[in-house]
């Protein structure tokens, strides 16, 4: 079990641990549950699914990092996804930065209907610059491309995300 824990997310856990490690400090843990959307045609950006004012009533709630997608009844499917959320923040963070641990598929993140940033190899923490950020209701969608499947078949956002204020 060490061994397994360690190989799968040892990684991830020491990219985080450095992340938040002073001068850094954890500000937030974002929201477990999200609502989610499938975009198998990508018309999500033409769409504005990352704006601020778009409905998303219609969306599923799911669970990011407590739960899989298969283990919620939802399809494991080879598309786009769509997830959104929002913080409340009582200031907006001096140096923010939203820190994303694992997301199965290449991620493009938006803030307040902004792009913040983009992942780079799927299934590796990485950060977005979190200056859009603002006191108050904030907005936050992650489009998702999970069109090549990977080997453990989970899709999408799979452990928490984190406001993180960056060291000096």
Same mark, same amino acid.
């Given at each position: 079990?060490?061994?397994?824990?360690?190989? /799968? +997310?040892?990684?991830? +856990?020491? #990219?985080?641990? #450095?992340?938040?490690?002073?001068?850094?400090?954890?500000?937030?843990?974002?929201?477990?549950?999200? !609502?989610?959307?499938?975009?198998?045609?990508?018309?999500?950006?033409? #769409?504005? /699914?990352? !704006?601020? *004012?778009?409905?998303? @009533? #219609?969306? !599923? =709630?799911?669970?990011?990092? %407590?739960?899989?997608?298969?283990?919620?009844?939802? $399809?494991?499917?080879?598309?786009?996804?769509?997830?959104?959320?929002?913080?409340?923040?009582?200031?907006?963070?001096?140096?923010?930065?939203?820190? /994303?641990?694992? +997301?199965?598929? =290449?991620?493009?993140?938006?803030?307040?209907?902004?792009?913040?940033?983009? %992942?780079?190899? !799927?299934?590796?923490?990485? $950060?977005?610059?979190?200056?859009?950020?603002?006191?108050?209701?904030?907005?936050? @969608?992650?489009?998702?491309?999970?069109?090549?499947?990977? *080997?453990? /078949?989970?899709?999408?956002?799979?452990?928490?995300?984190?406001?993180?204020?960056?060291?000096?």
């Amino acid at each position: 079990t060490p061994d397994y824990l360690k190989r /799968f +997310v040892g990684k991830m +856990v020491g #990219a985080t641990e #450095a992340e938040t490690a002073p001068p850094g400090k954890l500000l937030a843990v974002l929201p477990d549950r999200w !609502k989610l959307a499938y975009d198998e045609p990508d018309k999500g950006v033409d #769409a504005g /699914f990352a !704006k601020v *004012e778009f409905d998303d @009533a #219609a969306w !599923k =709630s799911v669970a990011t990092y %407590s739960d899989t997608l298969d283990g919620q009844g939802m $399809e494991d499917k080879k598309t786009i996804m769509w997830y959104r959320t929002m913080i409340d923040l009582p200031a907006a963070p001096a140096r923010g930065a939203l820190w /994303f641990i694992d +997301v199965d598929g =290449s991620a493009t993140v938006y803030i307040n209907g902004k792009e913040a940033g983009t %992942s780079g190899k !799927k299934r590796t923490a990485f $950060e977005v610059d979190g200056s859009g950020l603002q006191a108050g209701k904030n907005t936050i @969608a992650v489009r998702v491309d999970h069109s090549a499947i990977t *080997e453990l /078949f989970l899709g999408g956002i799979l452990r928490p995300v984190y406001l993180v204020e960056k060291g000096k």
